[in-house]
């Protein structure tokens, strides 16, 4: 089966342009806490390839690691630089601040730059929940906008308690393509949270310009096994469908709780029930078109 990975992040702690806080030792993770296990000063193409050599990886797209750097382009130029050394094909999301008044422009002027296809930001919580100023929320809306009109997509950090807004936000912008990321990072994996996410995630699902990465699925249930996250996966290709489903391995975090190999095999047999034809589109075409 050919895997193109849509979700893991390359850093490197030893430059002076990047600064990542969440990976400092001793930080720990607002959601996940100790993850010291994983904080390795690098993690580039090179250490991805050798944990992943047996998995048949194709292609991979780096999502921004909070690298914090002065200059938007820093995290970029260093990925494309190290992707292309070590010859692993790799679409890039920046992180961006879409409530900026620089915002437009900056998105404009990523036309010049193809490998990158995407903008995640995490202050677009505010904008979902209104609690955005006007001022703020008119830029989100304008850039919104102007990544449509570039054809880049838009890389979505979003609980269940936000998806209707999330919703809203899709219909209207019908021509911007929304990446629901982590299956909607459930926070927590027992029957009360399944309620109320599972009907958040098939209302989300009826924007049809909205597709979903399961991937992270180890991070908040580090004991899992494939039963345990049968209900999540399958939920999740019911609402959006196969054609608008994506493998993501959200490494090396996912690491805290698994290998590679195991993830993969989990995943594959969960995906088992579709038609050989659906899981090549889960697996790899649809973040083919996608990304690539």
């Known amino acids: 089966m050919r895997l193109i990975d849509t979700h893991l992040h390359f850093w490197d702690q030893r430059r002076d342009d990047l600064r990542y806080p969440w990976l400092q030792p001793g930080a720990a993770h607002p959601i996940l806490g100790d993850i010291d296990a994983i904080k390795s000063p690098l993690f580039d193409p090179a250490a991805f390839r050798a944990e992943t050599r047996f998995a048949g990886v194709e292609k991979a797209v780096h999502v921004e690691a909070d690298a914090?750097?002065?200059n938007v382009m820093?995290?970029?130029d260093w990925v494309e630089s190290v992707t292309t050394l070590a010859g692993l094909p790799t679409a890039i999301v920046i992180h961006l601040d879409l409530g900026a008044p620089s915002a437009v422009d900056q998105v404009r002027s990523l036309s010049s730059r193809p490998a990158i296809r995407g903008v995640r930001d995490f202050g677009l919580a505010a904008y979902l929940r209104g609690t955005s100023d006007p001022g703020t929320a008119r830029a989100?809306?304008?850039s919104l906008q102007a990544m449509a009109d570039a054809g880049l997509l838009l890389d979505l950090d979003c609980a269940w308690e936000d998806m209707a807004a999330a919703r809203?936000?899709?219909q209207e912008h019908p021509q911007l393509t929304v990446v629901l990321e982590h299956i909607g990072y459930p926070r927590r994996r027992d029957d009360g949270y399944f309620a109320s996410w599972s009907p958040a995630i098939g209302d989300l699902a009826l924007a049809g310009n909205v597709h979903c990465k399961l991937s992270g699925l180890g991070m908040t249930d580090r004991n899992w096994t494939a039963e345990s996250l049968r209900r999540w996966v399958a939920t999740s290709v019911?609402?959006?469908?196969p054609?608008?489903?994506m493998f993501g391995s959200n490494w090396p975090v996912d690491?805290?709780?698994s290998s590679y190999d195991a993830i993969v095999a989990a995943f594959?047999?969960?995906i088992g029930t579709c038609s050989a034809a659906e899981q090549e589109s889960i697996c790899a075409a649809n973040a083919e078109k996608l990304y690539f």
């Open 268 to 270: 594959l047999e969960l």
């Open 168 to 170: 809203a936000l899709a």
């Open 243 to 245: 054609s608008r489903c």
């Open 68 to 70: 914090r750097p002065a």
């Open 140 to 142: 989100f809306r304008a």
């Open 238 to 241: 019911e609402a959006f469908g």
């Open 255 to 257: 690491r805290i709780a």
């Open 74 to 76: 820093s995290e970029p």
